[in-house]
């Protein structure tokens, strides 16, 4: 392993990045500017490595769970030490960097607080990051609350397939509900996401509006005519109105969304699916 350079991103233009391993943002591959922009908007603690180089960035949710002093830009003094995130569990980071994405419960961190050393528990997500080829070019750390969401925990993960033709917004979505805790797959179209849902056994639809092919409405009433039990969730520009106008018991959510509405419409959804099973 060799030494890896840290900075706490709030901004891009915050940094000169022509002194690191990684250059300018303009020349990135895709999926590192594509992670770098979610982390910066995630409410969750968030850090990356990138590349063997162990180039690290993390958001200011992270900084301030780890109790790190701001760091100065990339390209000065190397950290002595790696965040917790990495050092806790080499196998982990091993498997991640082959292709297994992996989820620790209630991992023990030891993060620095009020000038000494003390342990803290999290739920620990590990993404590899692939580049266009397939191959692992980094792995994307989130660390949520051990607890999960509320209700969500008692009542167990939902699996949930999440319908979104941008596939930026896709990831984003997918990511934030696995820090939930839950099982999630994804599909970009209602054609294709009706095939999957008849195929795996799903609790949630979460669904966009506005699908290429049917859309996201259609989509749920044929899904929910053959699979009764499933729950509806619609992402939109339309808020509660729209399932007001629908014949089937739906949630809807209006976009751009905050973390804590979401939590609201999962609860309620999580308890339906509990008193079901």
Avoid at 27 to 34: A, E, Q, Y
Avoid at 87 to 101: F, H, K, M, P
Avoid at 124 to 144: E, F, K, M, S, W
Avoid at 243 to 268: G, N, V
């Amino acid at each position: 392993m060799t030494a890896q350079a840290c900075t706490s991103i709030s901004t891009l233009a915050d940094h000169d990045w022509s002194r690191t391993a990684i250059g300018e943002p303009d020349n990135w591959p895709h999926t590192l500017r594509l992670t770098v922009d979610i982390i910066l908007n995630a409410p969750l603690p968030m850090v990356v490595m990138w590349g063997r180089e162990q180039v690290m960035l993390f958001n200011d949710a992270y900084a301030a769970l780890a109790g790190m002093p701001h760091q100065q830009a990339p390209g000065g003094k190397v950290p002595a030490m790696q965040p917790s995130a990495w050092s806790w569990n080499a196998l982990a980071i091993e498997q991640a960097w082959d292709g297994a994405a992996q989820v620790f419960a209630g991992a023990a961190l030891h993060l620095w607080r009020q000038g000494g050393i003390s342990e803290h528990h999290f739920d620990l997500y590990y993404t590899p990051l692939r580049d266009a080829d397939g191959a692992v070019q980094g792995i994307l750390c989130t660390l949520a609350p051990p607890t999960g969401l509320g209700t969500v925990a008692s009542s167990g993960a939902l699996r949930i397939l999440v319908v979104e033709d941008n596939l930026d917004a896709q990831y984003l979505v997918c990511e934030m509900l696995r820090a939930f805790g839950h099982e999630v797959e994804a599909e970009a179209s209602g054609e294709a996401a009706l095939e999957h849902l008849r195929r795996r056994g799903f609790d949630v639809l979460f669904s966009d509006v506005s699908l290429p092919g049917i859309s996201g409405v259609e989509l749920a009433r044929r899904a929910v005519a053959e699979l009764p039990a499933l729950q509806v969730i619609f992402a939109s520009g339309y808020g509660t109105g729209l399932t007001q106008q629908l014949e089937f018991a739906a949630e809807a959510i209006q976009k751009p969304y905050e973390i804590e509405q979401l939590q609201a419409i999962l609860d309620r959804v999580a308890a339906k699916v509990a008193g079901r099973r």
